[in-house]
C-alpha cells in the first residue's frame, strides 16, 4: 500500500535523525527500508536522508479589511462634489466641513453623525478614489485669439515674478476669454476675466466684443464689486489692452498700469488659471452672440462670482525644489479667497465684516441650482459659427459639458 504525501515526509523525517546517526551498513538499511516504503528512487532518497528539502515560502494571507468609506459615504461626497463643480481631492477636502455646515445650515444636508465624522475625516486621495469613475466621464479644449498690440507698448512697463507683491489685496491680472465656438469671425461675446493676485478672488463681465470702450465699461463695473480697492492692473500684450483708452483711465484713476512679457504666458498664470476653472468650466466652448447672450452670460457671472469665491478654495504655490530632471512643488493649505481676505492683515475690519455677514447669507447648493439653470438657458442660445462649410457650434446633448448640468440639475 502506497504512503501519502503527508506519511511520506514523516517517515523521511524520522529516518532522517537515524541516518545522521548510523553506520554506514546501518545508512543502507535505512535506505533500503525507505525506499521499499515510499517508492522513491535510491538517488533521491538519499538526497532526502542527507539534506531536507528547503522550506516553501510561506504565501502571506491578504487581509480582506472592510471599507472605511462604504456606498453612504461615496453619494454624500459626490453630492457635494457635483455642487461643488467637480473640483480636485485636496481643494474638496479642505473646503469639505465649511460646505457641510453651509449646507446644513441652510437646510440642504442632513448627515448621520458618523457620516458627517467620516466625511470630516476622509483624505485627499481617498476622496478621489471614490470619485475617479465620476470624474473621467466630464473632461473638454481651447485656444487662444490674442491678437499683440503694438501701440503704447513703451509707455506701459513690464513686470514678472520677481516684482509682484502677493501679500496686498487689490493689484489684479486681467484677460479677455473669447467664445467664439472655435471661428474667430464676426463679433462674438468676450468675457473680461479679472484675478486678484493675493488672495485669488476673481471677478468676471460679459462684453459684446473687444471694443476698447466696452473693455474698460466692463473693468469699471468689475471694479465697483470688489470686496478692496483696486491698485493695478497687469494685461497680456493684446491689443485689447495695450491702447490709449485703457492707459488714460488707468493715468485718471491713479492705477498702476503694467504688462507682462511678449510669448511669456506665465506672466499672466493667475488669471490665464482662472480662465479654464472658471470661464471654461462654467460656460464652456460654444459659439454666443448679441445682446441677449452678454445678458445671460452677466447674469451667470453674478451668481458665479459668490459661489467662485466664497466656496472654491484654491492653492497657491510656496516655492519649487528642482532634484535631478524631477521638480519638487510644495503648495500651500486650500483655502477660499474669502478665507484668504479675512486672514489679510491689509484689509480693513469693515470689510471684513462685510464678507462674513455676505458668507452667512449664501447657500452653496441654492448658487449651484442657479448657475445649472442659466447654464442649461445659455446653452440654447449657442448659435452656429458665420461660415457655410463650418459644422453646428452647438454643443451635443453628451457633450461632457452639457453632461455635468445634466449631472447637476438631477440632484
Given amino acids: ?23 554506514k551498513v546501518e545508512k543502507g538499511r535505512l535506505l533500503d527500508e525507505l525506499v521499499a516504503l515510499t517508492g522513491y528512487h535510491r ?12 522550506p516553501r515560502p510561506r504565501v502571506a494571507r491578504r487581509r480582506v479589511r472592510q471599507p472605511v468609506y462604504d456606498a453612504a459615504v461615496a453619494a ?11 473640483i480636485c481631492g485636496k481643494r474638496l477636502v479642505a473646503i469639505l466641513p465649511a460646505t457641510i455646515e453651509a449646507l446644513e445650515r441652510h437646510g440642504e444636508l442632513q448627515l448621520p453623525a458618523e457620516l458627517r465624522a467620516k466625511l470630516r475625516q476622509i483624505s485627499a486621495a481617498s476622496a478621489d478614489r471614490l470619485l475617479a469613475p465620476d470624474r473621467r466621464r466630464l473632461q473638454v479644449r481651447g485656444r487662444s485669439g490674442t491678437k499683440p498690440g503694438t501701440l503704447l507698448r513703451h509707455q506701459i512697463p513690464i513686470r514678472t515674478f520677481a516684482e509682484w ?57 468689475i471694479r465697483a ?35 507682462g512679457r511678449a510669448w511669456r504666458k506665465n506672466d499672466g498664470c493667475y488669471v490665464e488659471q482662472k480662465n479654464y476653472s472658471v470661464v471654461r468650466r462654467a460656460v464652456g466652448y460654444a459659439r454666443y452672440e448679441g445682446a441677449l447672450a452678454t445678458r445671460v452670460l452677466n447674469e451667470l457671472y453674478a451668481t458665479l462670482r459668490l459661489y467662485t469665491n466664497f466656496f472654491q478654495p484654491v492653492m497657491k504655490l510656496q516655492h519649487k525644489e ?31 465684516q462685510t464678507l462674513r455677514t455676505q458668507y452667512q447669507e449664501l447657500n452653496p447648493a441654492a448658487l449651484k441650482r442657479t448657475i445649472s439653470a442659466l447654464q442649461s438657458r445659455l446653452l ?22 452639457h453632461r455635468a448640468i445634466v449631472t447637476q440639475k438631477s440632484m
Avoid at 500500500?1 to 503527508?6: A, D, E, Q
Avoid at 538517488?43 to 528547503?54: D, F, I, K, Q, T
Avoid at 497687469?234 to 498702476?256: K, P, Q, W
Fill in 43 to 54: 538517488w533521491y532518497a538519499v538526497s532526502l536522508l542527507r539534506h531536507p528539502p528547503p
Fill in 225 to 259: 464689486r470688489l470686496p478692496f480697492p483696486l491698485l493695478g492692473i497687469d494685461s497680456d500684450n493684446g491689443s485689447v489692452f495695450i491702447n490709449g483708452h485703457l492707459l488714460r483711465y488707468a493715468t485718471t484713476e491713479h492705477l498702476t498700469f503694467t504688462r
Fill in 76 to 86: 454624500a461626497l459626490r453630492r457635494i462634489w457635483l455642487l461643488l463643480d467637480c
Fill in 1 to 23: 500500500m502506497r504512503l501519502s504525501m503527508k506519511e511520506r515526509k514523516a517517515v523521511t523525517a524520522k529516518m532522517r535523525e537515524r541516518y545522521g546517526r548510523a553506520n
Fill in 165 to 221: 507683491d502677493q501679500r496686498q489685496p487689490g493689484f489684479v491680472e486681467i484677460d479677455l476669454v473669447g467664445h467664439e465656438g472655435g471661428v474667430s469671425i464676426g463679433d462674438f461675446c468676450q468675457t473680461l476675466d479679472v484675478t486678484d493676485i493675493a488672495s485669488g478672488w476673481t471677478e468676471t463681465q460679459a462684453v459684446r466684443n473687444k471694443a476698447q470702450v466696452f473693455v474698460v465699461a466692463a473693468l469699471q463695473q
Fill in 322 to 352: 528642482r532634484h535631478g530632471a524631477k521638480v519638487k512643488k510644495t503648495y500651500d493649505t486650500p483655502r477660499t479667497p474669502y478665507q484668504r481676505l479675512l486672514e489679510s492683515p491689509r484689509l480693513s475690519r469693515n470689510a471684513k
Fill in 380 to 401: 440654447r442660445l449657442a448659435v452656429r459659427a458665420p461660415t457655410p462649410n463650418h459644422p453646428t457650434i452647438t454643443p451635443r446633448p453628451n457633450h461632457p459639458w
